[in-house]
């Protein structure tokens, strides 16, 4: 029986990376071919944060259970400081590859630091207290990055808040309060990005797969119970809450580079809501979900825009309706006939996925 | 004097805020959903406000009671598309639908009222109060929504606890299975909240642009969400808690502008959001929940 | 199951849209295309340079000749957006911009116009990081802000307007803070007191009580707005409430304030702007851009529908001088399109200012207007 659960996990974290690297296959060749347009190109890099984003968030809601409504502020925190860093060995002097892994761990290091400093304390909150406290966290991590002033030139670094360091040429700010983050290079690379959501991807699945997993699962179904066995609720609590957060900075880093400019107000409570909606459409719990649920929404809004000022409107449709006919009993009956009729001709578009073995499957 | 103009700016501030956490937390409390929407429900009160004096020439009071009334058929509507058919749903994914409504709203406002902003027109004739030579002002608004907010805090209480639908209320509240066991229409219960919860939305859209009269499709989106936070802060489910927790939002941000930073005002009302959460963990009047294995 | 379901669903539709929307194109057509925020907070500026470049382009293509093809893609005045729509464009076979309405999406936008070699005239992206960013493709219509708020600061030291300035600014905004920094350096050089700069962002450009009130306490006689027109409503209405008439000072975001729908144009009375379009103007050009923007849309054009009409004709007229050919690739054309905007002969007179020129690196050479506005109506200062 153990024997058979844990080939059933192995088989099913496979799967997601398989559907990942189908993924990277199916994109390069199309671009090796030429058949990729500008448009889908430009989004590689992009997709990979956001379905970071989205498997990181998922551990704090979907297998913690707790809701945050400010994971947009440790994405933005990583996006920044990563930014700095790449900055920084940009003019040193570095390669593409030594910026972009620079960024990444100087952005994991700068968001876990604020995942644990923010953690400590708020994480004694419980449900929608705790959903306002991270919207209240990502909004002042807004706040100060909007009024924040980093520049570097042959004398150094050159630091402000609220004001502007005098004497400091406009070329030389990376972060440049309302003007955001300034990068110096471009890294857009979409083989190198596809390797940090793989990576990302092992190590939330380990840790999902291990005892603390486990523990933490077992705090979000019955806290009581938990602590009842003996489980540590405020460390393990922490554990999710940090690495959530640590993996947030990384795909900050991530898509910040990949843009010419990225703006403090970028974060905002749209975006962690935004990331909040990949998590629930892929399901609680379901990292895969939340990967694929990342790519094809930031896809969607793309691909809608031939319905020019209908756009938004058939997208907060589309939003709405993929919700109703998940959950609801109404869609149920109809939902069958019209999976029933799909089984018939089955195309290659649906992944092969069975809700029993998603590993923490959460039933809404 | 500077203080006390400050202070009477915040309570102004505040008023509003708290006209909207009310219908927040009344909806939060019956049918136990965060409705992120309910901003947007705002901005369309003010929008059929706004037409209805400026283009169709009705005096103010016609405006409102219009108002009221669409957003009130509007909330239903709602509900009854988009919310009930997740009555057994996670809690999240009706969340999630509350942000899509929202979009939807913001969107389609946009196409038929226009992007550009509107004025709000002045629906309160009278000149506001000035006292020490012009140096305090008090503006007929601030006053209208203060009483407003008393009143309807006040009525809110009462049919909560005295009528009989509002028993009904408290009992889906506190459980909906028990209440449908009680003979109670849990769908009709929750429709009546979002009813109450609408109309008073479109009053607050009102109270809102007349304040503050630049009004556009995205006017209730950040009211929305500073209305939340003001229920959370007074103890989300709770009446008189909306009430203390808007005042005091708006005197702090206002504070927080003239004493500290007017960059930074955003951040100092969520740092003390958050201070005070941590001291008090369900809000200023929150109750405290047991909590059962 | 229902999962399961739903992402069927998702599938099946990225796919059909993945696979229609294949244009053909008409070969003495030139497609030209543009982003901007068409929906969210900043819809409205997108939305009126869209109508204006395509007023522009109907009464172009209806004289013959030379043929437009218009296509305005949504940023939601977001850079990352910006950048999707940009390639979007492109893919579509865009051959020359109008890069994006608002700056930090024009900067993302001009990077890529600069990598492709594609000619970008946008219509309101005043931010010096645009044209930086442009690498001498991108050229703006309008003033840059670092010039907007020199001017402004000159004006009023020159005119005498007054001893003491308070500064309201929108502190997340590149547009307010680029031209209130100027401002400020140029008021320090010529010896104007700054007696109050406050700011608002976002999220708090509702109250502006202690803005107002900062202003009025530190004795300024002029407050110099760096904004758009919708948070100076407010302000004008919180001054009004208390009681306070100190002269104001606008940009060209001031622009429109007078056509706000439901707006008591008293609130707004002796307000000083510089501004380099006047819906009101009795020229034939704006009169008839006006009438036939109402007719159309049902409203009273903005400056950044000018500026959108102005973009089209600039093109339209340095084609007719290079002889740029529908069927080149949008290098070819931009390679043109950069020597003729550059070259000493080449000058534009549009709505929004007369006898324009380029520098090499794509800022606009012409004069600010200022404005007045008396009895509800512009009246020019000079």
Redesign the interface.
Known sequence: MKKNTFTTIWKSNFTTYGIVLLFFAVMMILMATGNL???M???LV?ICAYAIMAASLNLT?GVLGE?SLGHAGFVSIGCFGGGLAAALLHDAGAGELVCLAGAVLAGVLLSTLAGFLIGL??L???G??L???T???C??I???L??LFVGRDESGLHTGF?T?PEGVA?DAFVIR????L?NAA?IDNFPAAVVLLILCLIIIYNLIDSKSGRAIMALRD????ARSIGINITSYKMMAFVVSAAMAGAAGALFGLS????????FD?NMS?LI??FV??G??GNIR?SV?AAA?LT??P?????LA?????I??????V???????????GL??K??GL?RRKKTA???P?D?DTDPAGKE? | MDFLSNLVNGISLGSIYAVIALGYTMVYGIAKMLNFAHGDIIMVGAYVCFYAVYHFGLPGWAGVLLAMLLCLILGVAVERLAYRPLRRADSLAVLITAIGVSYFLENTAQLVFGANNVFFPNLFEAEPIRLFDGRLVISVVTLASIGICMAVMVILTLFIEKTKLGKAMRAVSEDKDAARLMGISVDRTISVTFAIGSALAALAGVLLCSAIPSLSPMTGSMPGIKAFTAAVFGGIGSIPGALLGGLLLGVIEVMGKAYISTQLSDAIVFLVLIIVLLVRPTGILGKKVQEKV | MKKKLAWLMLAAMVVTVLLSGCGTKNSNTFKIGMTGPLTGGAAQYGIAAQRGAQIAVEEINAKGGIQFELKVEDDTHDAEKAANAYNALIDWGMQISLGSVTSTPCEATARIAAAEKIFALTPSASSTSVTKAGGGYQFQICFSDPNQGSASAVYIKNKGLATKVAIIYKNDDVYSTGIYESFKTKAAELGLSVVSETSFNDDTDTDFSVQVAAARTAGADLIFLPMYYEPASLIFAECNKIGYTPKFFGVDGMDGILTMKGFDTKLAEGVMLLTPFAADASDAKTKSFVQKYQEKYGEIPIQFAADGYDCIYAIYEALQKCDAKASMTAAEIGALLKDTFTSSSFSFSGLTGSGMTWNAAGEVTKDPKGMEIKNGAYVGLD
């Open positions: 347009s500008r448009l190109r430009g989004q992009p809601v809701l304390p708020v004694r909150l419980n929608d207290y959903a306002i406290v919207l209240a966290c909004q002042i807004k706040s100060l909007t009024n609220l502007q406009a309060g309302s003007q955001g300034r471009v019955n806290k009581i119970a843009q010419a400019t990225v703006l403090p107000g970028k409570f809501v909040l909606v629930v459409l399901g609680l979900g694929i094809l896809i969607l793309e691909k809608l825009r031939f000022d209908y756009r938004m409107i997208y907060a449709v589309v939003l709405i993929v919700m109703l006919m998940r959950n609801s009993t109404v869609f149920h939902g069958e019209i999976q799909l578009g649906s992944p996925r809700p809404g």
